[in-house]
């Protein structure tokens, strides 16, 4: 009896269906209350960055109402927070019935749902709390309102990137399923003449700020209105995302320090050490996973690549800066052969202008790999780097300049982002005049000898011929502790000698020998350098909505124009970016750098003048004129003082023995 009932209450709400498209438009107005089986329903979306807007103050926790109906106000509030790029996908997933029974001899009618078998699997929901009652759909089940919205946000607080990966994967991987157009500029997003029914929403792709994707969620058409007095066919939606971004930080160290810096001052012929850190975004889903993670790294014309870069991740930010590999959770090798070739690619390039370009890539199962198991930690890449032992380097405050960009881009396709930093490496130079007292001297008989006092080695250099102003010149190769293995420097005809490529430090130089005829110096010279240095704070992505009078975006935004590139459209400008991106502001506050802070130097104790590091042979021509590149000495040797010459001097003493002797013989007679 209990069966017929059913059976009989379903064929009547049937019936009704079908009476209902005949039924004349005036019965529906008079009765709101009553659902109308031939409209259509429709669906509208806008998407706000609530990380931003929460940050400024615009949105407070929970102030969005999800009733389904349009909310001027907060559209109008959340209007500078809207998300661009984002896309959701939505599967319709059975129909909204009424079903009857009869409890305690009362009947008792509500709402149910059809649920696909393979669906409520995924949302754990108990069958025996399923409704039995006829359907001419196949594998599919009821289950009340209440039952459906229980599961989801049990299954969502037990395991929320599974159970987003379980649903997303549900509604892509079905025939029936459609993808609504990206959100616009507006964050907004729309879809009509839907039938009616339940709803099944995830959001599928999100652009590069997007670090959690909103809960999936269930849609009726059409649904109550807040007063529960009438059907509202047109759904509006509210849905929250969560946005965040990766970092990025250049350091640079050469052989004595351990730490790493944005600046450093190093010898030519030094190795030093640079690391790239990267705080990997959050990742919550699928949708928020990444597609594109790359570095870009692009070393001076006076720096080589010694190709052994390796990358290693860290659970924290300390032991990351340090590069502390042994507290790394995984270190890979890039240079060498296996398993890790797979998931990240190297290359290396030069390009016209001599710079050397170190492109580290991962792959797509590298990516899959950061996206299922490194979500939020710490990536270094870490290599080495040799300065070049002639012309290429850049003496003095230009210095020699190495920048990095990170390109990331998430589900969304088109929306990606770049993040930029750069260090800087100094050297420095002596220029000698060797002069002589009565400028008789032959200078090319003088020798030097250089000595790092604070490190404790001598100097080696080579000698290469004479720079651009005809004097000669020695590039720094190294260094050795040996003071019979230190390189002796001399000046050419001219008294002119450079020693191109010191780190700056204190030295001695030291003269050990000089023309014959002339006195050594009686002491050392001490040559104290003090290098350049300048702040430079790495590139920062802006939350949708920064304000854009923020002293630092003010004063340090930049759009790139054509001068900004290079012939190979290589970025030489050295600066973020603030251009537009498919029509959203990126609102990026540029890398910073800090205004110089010149070199310097003593000789002896008293202020010298530096002079310009000057050359016009080598391409990067924007570095060929270097301030505060080379220290200036001049260095004179006293002729010695006469004595009178031996046979001046016999001739004297026979003069004098004579007189004397003349004398006593005198006195003898």
Known sequence: MKKFFKQTIASLAAASIILSSTLP????????????????????????????????????????????????????????????????????????????????????????????????????????????????????????????QDSLKKLLE???????????????????????????????TSKDNLDLGLYLLVETKVPEEVTDTVNPWFVQLPFTNVEGKEWIYDMSCYPKNQTGNPSLDKGVKNQEESEYHPTTTASEGDV??????????????????????????KLSEGLSYNKNVQLAFYANKEDAFKNNVEKADEVWDLTSDGFVTDYVEVREGTNETGETSLKVSFTKKGLELLNTTKSDYY??????????????????????????????????????????????????????????????????????????????????????????????????????????????????KEGQLVVDGLEADTYELIETATDSGYSLLKDKIVIDITSTTREIIPSQVGAVGRDKTSKTLKENSHIHTDACYDKTNQLICGKGSLD??????????????????????????????????????????????????????????????????????????????????????????
């Open 379 to 492: 990536v270094v890449v870490y290599y080495s780097a040799t300065i070049h032992s002639d012309a290429t380097t850049i003496l003095g405050d230009n210095g020699n300049p190495n920048d990095v960009i990170l390109t990331w881009e998430r589900s969304s396709e088109g929306y990606l982002d770049t993040l930029e930093d750069r260090c800087y490496v100094y050297a420095f130079g002596v220029d000698l005049t060797k002069t002589f007292s009565d400028k008789k001297g032959d200078a090319t008989k003088v020798n030097f000898i250089v000595y790092n006092s604070k490190d404790g080695y001598y100097v080696t250099a080579k000698e290469s011929g004479v720079n651009e102003e005809s004097k000669k010149v020695y590039y720094v190769t190294g260094q050795s502790s040996d003071k019979a293995s230190a390189t002796v420097f001399s000046p050419d």
């Open 272 to 297: 030093v050490d640079y690391i790239l850190v990267s705080k990997l975004p959050h990742i919550s889903s699928k949708s928020t996973y990444l597609s594109q993670y790359t570095f870009v790294d």
């Open 580 to 669: 537009e991106a498919n029509g959203r502001t990126i609102n990026k506050v540029a890398m910073f750098e800090g205004e110089i802070i010149p070199a310097s130097a003593t000789v002896d104790a008293k202020e010298s003048e530096m002079k310009n590091y000057t050359v016009t042979t080598i391409s990067r021509t924007q570095a060929a004129d270097s301030k505060h590149g080379l220290v200036q000495i001049g260095v004179r040797n006293e002729a010695n003082f006469k004595l009178p010459l031996t046979g001046g001097n016999g001739v004297y003493f026979v003069t004098i023995f004579g007189v004397l002797a003349v004398a006593i013989g005198v006195s003898s007679f």
């Open 158 to 188: 037990t395991d929320d990137v599974k159970a987003k990966d379980a649903l997303e994967n549900y509604v892509i991987s079905n025939n029936e399923s459609v993808s609504m157009d990206l959100t616009d500029k507006n964050g907004y």
């Open 25 to 148: 438009v005036k019965a529906d107005v008079n009765y709101p209350s009553l659902m109308e089986y031939s409209k259509k329903g429709s669906l509208k979306i806008y998407k706000y960055d609530i990380t931003s807007a929460t940050k400024d103050g615009v949105y407070k926790e929970d102030e969005i109402k999800s009733t389904g109906q349009s909310d001027q106000s907060i559209e109008e509030k959340l209007a500078n927070y809207a998300i661009e790029g984002v896309e959701f996908t939505y599967l319709r997933v059975g129909d909204v019935e009424t079903y009857s029974e009869k409890e305690h001899d009362k009947n008792q009618i509500k709402l149910v749902y059809e649920i696909p078998t393979q669906l409520s699997t995924i949302l754990n929901l108990d069958s025996e709390k399923s409704i039995e009652m006829p359907c001419t759909h196949t594998g599919i089940s009821h289950f009340e309102g209440q039952e459906i």
